[in-house]
């Protein structure tokens, strides 16, 4: 299953509130996102039957070696344009939302360049 832009930013999402806290609710996903309750519901059922996401025991969203892969590639990702960006002088808010934006699209093989020229290897 290719995942689309949003299904790459709800699992980011989820990575990001599992490493605050490992209990993560399909609640917390709507409110850090700004998403309502059936939208989120609609994509979780869709990264559950893709393999990207399972729910526990607990009622607790986990991401699958599937899904905890896609959101640590893209992830990593944020975190170095976002840096790339703030030391060419772009303020953190603009860097962040232009980080976000471009992580989805960009090739692997511009990532690496970027990544190997700013030494965040």
């Known amino acids: 299953m290719k995942l689309h832009e949003s299904g790459e930013m709800y699992l980011e999402t989820i990575l990001v509130l599992s490493r605050k806290n490992p209990y993560v609710r399909a609640i917390d996903v709507g409110e850090y996102m700004g998403f309502s ?41 944020h975190c170095c344009l976002s840096e790339v960006l703030i030391q060419m002088g772009v303020d953190r808010e603009t ?16 990532f690496n360049a970027i990544k190997k020229h700013f030494s965040f290897e």
């Open 37 to 77: 309750k059936p939208s989120v519901s609609r994509a979780l059922s869709l990264l559950k039957s893709g393999g990207f996401v399972e729910v526990g025991e607990s009622g607790g969203l986990i991401l699958t070696e599937t899904g905890r892969e896609v959101a640590e590639k893209i992830y990593e990702r």
């Open 95 to 110: 860097a962040d939302t232009d980080a976000c934006k471009i992580e989805h699209v960009i090739s692997d093989e511009s």
